[in-house]
């Protein structure tokens, strides 16, 4: 008689020739939820927390900044800084930012600052001086007339042996604006930014002088506009409105497309 595979003679199984069990294999069977024991064996929890801590921290911080580098790398955005990094003469420099102004004004109406540049490393005996302020400081409607250009040279007669930087970083119509961000940022900077319109107010105090020279200066250039608006402008410090609007209409006839004199008319007519 012969014996079955896996069986000796009598029929039962063969020790030697019996199969090993294998090892049973979880299968995940679809729609249904794994065994909390199997999910113990796979994942401890702390595994768990790490992992979702990673999913609402690590992963969004990548995907920001995969962003951000994308866009950079495509030149998009602008920087908000009120300088910019440039080279002059090969020298290396800092220079105005023509859209410092979009921080606060939408591109299409914003102000810039009247260009300046200043080298990135002060020379020794050099003092550096940063006016701000609006539109006074930056002398709307001409820049020849600014704050800045006016303490330059006040200070180069006084003091021939030093040397001035005066950059003037003002601009026009966001002076709200700057107050509030200055004031956020740094109490020392809105110390000075009060200070400004301090020593402004001290200024319009020589308006009878500075009347005088721009009289004299009409008497050579009396078709100067801007010699006609900055009379009205000093009529309107000491509140001679009257006067103040006559000079600053002929200024609009000398020059009818000037959108900074006939401002300055508006403000006035509205007492401002």
Known sequence: MC?????????????????????RQNFEIPGQRPDAGMLRQTASPWRLWLFRLAAITIIPALLFLLTEITLRVIGYGFSPAATVACKVNGVDAYGDNVKFGWRFLPFYIA????PFTFPADKPDNTYRIFVL?????????????????ILRTMLRDTYPQAD??????????????LEKQVRADDSNLEMVYR????????????????????????????????????????????????????????????????AGIRQVFEAISKGR
Request: glycine fraction near 6%.
């Open 3 to 23: 014996a079955r595979k896996g069986k000796n003679a009598e029929g039962t199984a063969d020790p030697k020739r019996e199969r090993k069990p294998r090892h």
């Open 111 to 114: 102000r810039e600052f009247e």
């Open 133 to 149: 302020g609006s539109s006074a400081a930056q002398g709307i409607p001409d820049a020849a007339f600014s704050f800045g250009r």
């Open 164 to 177: 001035f930087q005066v950059i003037t970083a003002a601009m026009a119509a966001i002076n709200s604006h």
């Open 195 to 258: 200070h400004f319109h301090r020593n402004l107010h001290d200024i319009t105090r020589i308006a009878d002088k500075a009347i005088e020279v721009c009289r004299e200066g009409l008497r050579y250039s009396p078709n100067s506009a801007i010699l006609h608006c900055n009379l009205g402008t000093l009529f309107a410090k000491q509140g001679r409105k009257d006067q103040a609007l006559e000079e600053i209409q002929t200024a609009l006839q000398i020059d009818p497309n000037s």
